[in-house]
């Protein structure tokens, strides 16, 4: 009998359960984030080690095998499982909201509709899940896109062979508006954009404390500004951007789609065309003042936003209307351009109830669609690397943004349309 083996299984029992039901609350959000977050998303790996842990511990303990581990390590075996089978569920919950957002008929829209083959689970990519990079995309790093520093550089996924007049797709990363950077996030989806004719662009910004709102969303308002006056040099039609994000990127994905040409987010160049035609947030922070009154977006402001991300001197009692201002929630109005919000069920960091007061609100105000998909089981972040999940989920967003570009080629509002 080995209690290293019962040690190892019970802890991964304990990690399982955990991402199946990760606890509520502010003070266990964090920890069952990231306890649950590689979990979920690296079931088919843990089931296998797992397996071969067993397997390994009764090769060597032949008659004497540990019982309690063995029973860890099935009922841990059974939960990854039912993990495996919530991350294929993904599929039908995107094509559901898409189809229930956008129209049944979307797909007719589409140039290329997606064939079983393109919508299978692809084991492959999925085996080596940190390794991204593909040999049809090339990237040319660190431009520099405003005067500032590595800040304010953003980097060009593009395809292989030269391309011209595509459409583009701005990157805007998370990280609670205090950390990360473009080379951490939304990669999965910039390489599946541009291996299938994209311009993909991710951009850093300025981080807080050192930078203090409304930093952040000026540098990606000035990131526009550089790509409406560069793409084409890249490959890129500057005139169809759609911009996507995680978590604070999420904020301010969606706040750039809804404050197109806003002249107080623009100093120096109020002249920019700073609109966007499609907008794809990722678990996004909406209810930045907390003016719906959820707990958990008043805690953020209290702990998080009002001591770290605003000046010291700018609190919400007094200043709440600056707050608003940078609230997507409420930045609503019949102009946004077409959403499809994602989050998952079981966000610990940012609870989907944020995301479906912000859907209920889009749909009740925008005059143009509006897709939303709750993905069972997700946590936070649960797209940062290729997942059975996240798969599908980049699948789901490859649709809804080029249903998006021909939409717009199609209404007559593209200037250098290529019908």
């Known amino acids: 009998?080995?209690?290293?083996?019962?040690?190892?299984?019970?802890?991964?029992?304990?990690?399982?359960?955990?991402?199946?039901?990760?606890?509520?609350?502010?003070?266990?959000?964090?920890?069952?984030?990231?306890?649950?977050?590689?979990?979920?998303?690296?079931?088919?790996?843990?089931?296998?080690?797992?397996?071969?842990?067993?397997?390994?511990?009764?090769?060597?303990?032949?008659?004497?095998?540990?019982?309690?581990?063995?029973?860890?390590?099935?009922?841990?075996?059974?939960?990854?499982?039912?993990?495996?089978?919530?991350?294929?569920?993904?599929?039908?919950?995107?094509?559901?909201?898409?189809?229930?957002?956008?129209?049944?008929?979307?797909?007719?829209?589409?140039?290329?509709?997606?064939?079983?083959?393109?919508?299978?689970?692809p084991w492959g990519q999925l085996a080596m899940p940190f390794r991204m990079r593909d040999p049809e995309v090339r990237r040319t790093r660190n431009i520099a896109y405003a005067p500032g520093g590595k800040r304010f550089?953003?980097?060009?996924?593009?395809?292989?062979?030269?391309?011209?007049?595509?459409?583009?797709?701005?990157?805007?990363?998370?990280?609670?508006?205090v950390i990360g950077n473009k080379d951490q996030q939304g990669l999965p989806l910039m390489l599946h954009m541009a291996k299938r004719g994209w311009i993909c662009i991710a951009i850093n910004y300025p981080l807080s404390p050192a930078a203090r709102w409304p930093a952040h969303i000026i540098a990606a308002k000035r990131a526009l500004a550089w790509i409406r006056d560069n793409a084409e040099s890249y490959g890129g039609d500057p005139s169809f951007v759609a911009v996507t994000g995680g978590s604070a990127g999420g904020h301010l994905a969606a706040l750039l789609a809804l404050t197109a040409n806003d002249p107080a987010l623009q100093p120096g160049f109020t002249e920019a065309d700073t609109s966007v035609q499609a907008c794809a947030p990722h678990y996004g922070v909406y209810d930045f003042a907390a003016t719906s009154g959820r707990?958990?977006?008043?805690?953020?402001?209290?702990?998080?936003?009002?001591?770290?991300?605003?000046?010291?001197?700018?609190?919400?009692?007094?200043?709440?209307?600056?707050?608003?201002?940078?609230?997507?929630?409420?930045?609503?109005?019949?102009?946004?351009?077409?959403f499809f919000v994602i989050h998952g069920v079981h966000d610990s960091l940012v609870p989907v109830g944020e995301a479906r007061e912000f859907v209920r609100r889009l749909r009740e105000k925008s005059r143009r669609e509006v897709a939303y998909a709750e993905i069972s089981g997700a946590q936070h972040a649960f797209d940062v690397f290729p997942s059975i999940r996240s798969a599908h989920v980049v699948r789901g967003v490859e649709r809804f943004l080029e249903w998006s570009h021909r939409t717009w080629r199609r209404s007559g509002e593209a200037p250098h349309s290529r019908d």
């Open 153 to 177: 550089l953003l980097d060009v996924y593009a395809p292989r062979e030269p391309v011209t007049g595509a459409p583009i797709l701005l990157q805007v990363h998370g990280g609670a508006w």
């Open 1 to 121: 009998m080995q209690p290293s083996f019962v040690v190892r299984q019970a802890l991964q029992l304990a990690l399982t359960a955990n991402a199946l039901k990760p606890p509520r609350g502010a003070r266990t959000a964090v920890p069952a984030f990231f306890a649950g977050w590689l979990t979920g998303e690296l079931a088919p790996h843990l089931l296998a080690l797992t397996a071969a842990d067993a397997a390994a511990h009764v090769a060597r303990h032949r008659g004497g095998s540990s019982k309690a581990g063995l029973a860890l390590a099935t009922a841990s075996a059974a939960g990854l499982g039912t993990l495996i089978a919530q991350s294929q569920w993904a599929r039908g919950e995107i094509e559901s909201a898409l189809t229930e957002g956008i129209g049944k008929a979307y797909a007719d829209e589409l140039e290329h509709p997606p064939s079983p083959t393109d919508l299978a689970t």
């Open 295 to 338: 707990r958990s977006s008043q805690t953020r402001l209290k702990t998080l936003i009002a001591r770290h991300v605003f000046e010291a001197d700018r609190d919400p009692v007094n200043f709440l209307d600056d707050y608003i201002a940078a609230s997507p929630l409420d930045r609503i109005t019949e102009d946004a351009p077409p």
